[in-house]
């Protein structure tokens, strides 16, 4: 009975959240849309607080733990970029809110955020996995085996490309695919490859 209160909670507080961000909701918005009184929501999770860092630390964890995985992987460097692409886009065409949710509250409530982040178990595994593929780019660059970039900038055109199509989706849907649902699923679903292809070719020697 517990673990299904929590779970009606949870569920809920996921929802609100990801609509309407940790400031826009209230713990009467959960208790109401879980439909338990508010004693009882203090009783398993005291503050809003607490259900914000169980909700925010289950979205990170999955947004990262792939990208983790693809980080990691004992591939090459090119095998690698669109393992970290793929990681993105399919974990976003999952859960669509998920980038925009995150992006958001980094931007308007980056204290709290960062101090979840800060204690993710595998946030030093994913720094270490981070530096070693950084080293990975400026070592291929130095050998002329790729074009020189600093590896940040790649990383960041990497993420951008893969994440805007989610974060700006209400505008892209409306705006350039109107009533055409399926158009923007199959630009979706053409998305990886086509992110890895711009990628590769702007560091293809």
């Given at each position: 009975m517990k673990k299904e209160v929590e779970k009606k909670i949870i569920n809920a507080a996921r929802e609100l959240f990801y609509e309407k961000g940790f400031t826009g909701t209230t713990v009467r918005d959960i208790s109401g849309k879980a439909e338990v009184n508010l004693a009882l929501l203090h009783y398993y999770f005291r503050t809003k607080d607490k259900i914000f860092e169980i909700v925010f630390s289950e979205a990170f964890s999955l947004l990262f733990k792939r990208l983790n995985k693809a980080l990691s992987s004992d591939v090459d460097i090119f095998e690698k970029i669109k393992l970290i692409i793929s990681s993105y886009i399919s974990t976003c065409a999952k859960y669509p809110q998920l980038a925009?949710?995150?992006?958001?509250?980094?931007?308007?409530?980056?204290?709290?955020?960062?101090?979840?982040?800060?204690?993710?178990?595998?946030?030093?595994?994913?720094?270490?996995?981070?530096?070693?593929?950084?080293?990975?780019?400026?070592?291929?660059?130095?050998?002329?085996?790729?074009?020189?970039?600093?590896?940040?900038?790649?990383?960041?055109?990497?993420?951008?490309?893969?994440?805007?199509?989610?974060m700006a989706n209400e505008f892209i849907s409306n705006f350039l695919y109107p009533k055409k649902k399926t158009e923007f699923n199959k630009m979706i679903k053409d998305r990886t490859e086509h992110v890895y292809n711009l990628i590769i070719n702007s560091i293809t020697i």
């Amino acid at each position: 009975m517990k673990k299904e209160v929590e779970k009606k909670i949870i569920n809920a507080a996921r929802e609100l959240f990801y609509e309407k961000g940790f400031t826009g909701t209230t713990v009467r918005d959960i208790s109401g849309k879980a439909e338990v009184n508010l004693a009882l929501l203090h009783y398993y999770f005291r503050t809003k607080d607490k259900i914000f860092e169980i909700v925010f630390s289950e979205a990170f964890s999955l947004l990262f733990k792939r990208l983790n995985k693809a980080l990691s992987s004992d591939v090459d460097i090119f095998e690698k970029i669109k393992l970290i692409i793929s990681s993105y886009i399919s974990t976003c065409a999952k859960y669509p809110q998920l980038a925009s949710f995150i992006m958001h509250e980094l931007s308007v409530n980056s204290e709290f955020v960062w101090t979840i982040i800060t204690s993710y178990k595998e946030k030093q595994d994913i720094n270490n996995n981070y530096a070693f593929f950084f080293e990975e780019i400026k070592k291929l660059g130095k050998e002329k085996k790729i074009q020189e970039i600093d590896p940040k900038v790649l990383f960041i055109d990497i993420m951008s490309l893969s994440l805007f199509p989610f974060m700006a989706n209400e505008f892209i849907s409306n705006f350039l695919y109107p009533k055409k649902k399926t158009e923007f699923n199959k630009m979706i679903k053409d998305r990886t490859e086509h992110v890895y292809n711009l990628i590769i070719n702007s560091i293809t020697i």
